[in-house]
């Protein structure tokens, strides 16, 4: 399994990165998970033989800007975009005029699906989604590929929905929004000691940082210091980076 970390920053983007989407190629399919502006790279990254699924955690705008680019994609099997049904308003309005094209428009036949709390066979098997603890709905996802478990639990604070998500997870994907040292102030989210903690109660064997809040993180001294203040908890933490691949 391929994954590639096309935007790692939350909130807006820096120089240096976008806002959050993540790639995985699998053996069967592309899955997106959000598209933040990192999501106007999906071209360079993407399989276009393979069917490709975009999962959406939650529309504040970092995790969704990057819609207005789907037009961009040439692909050759149908598009999934699955959100949680709540949703669907907002993406109707966002992905139509004045902002942009709507789907039926797009070079490709796109299929919308909804995101229920528990199993989702009817979208991709193995794919769990419980919601997260935010500042409004949010999911965050568990998706089991080729024999290999992936867990995404961004934006949150530490919750035990979040451990449940990346129980043994062979890779975890958690947000780091907050400095080192600090307490969450309601928003939502975690510093890299709890994002560390959630990856040693959940039993993770790796555990990857990303959507590192711009105005936090503005430059890669600062992401260093929050790997180092995870490893002081769990040992096996990098930090994401626009274009870092990992293979699983
Ligand atoms: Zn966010
Ligand atoms: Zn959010």
Known sequence: MRICMLGSAGWYDTPLATTPCVYIESDEYNIFIDAG????????VLNPDKPTLLLISHFHLDHVYGLHTLVKLRLKQPLTIAFHADFLPA?????????????EHLPYPVELKSIDFGYNDHIIYNLEAKPL?????????RLELDGLVMAYCSDTSLCPTAVELAHDADLLIAECSNVPGTIDQGWGHMSPEEAARLAVEAKARRLVLTHFTSSNYPDRSAKEMAVEAARTVFGA????????????
Request: with cysteine; proline share 7%; glycine share 10%.
């Open 37 to 44: 502006l990192g999501f106007a790279k999906a071209d360079t």
């Open 91 to 103: 993406f109707h309005q966002l992905v139509n005029p004045p902002f942009t094209v709507p789907v």
């Open 133 to 141: 603890k935010h500042t409004g709905l949010c999911l965050g996802f």
């Open 237 to 248: 933490t990098t930090a994401a980076y626009d274009g870092m691949e990992i293979i699983l």
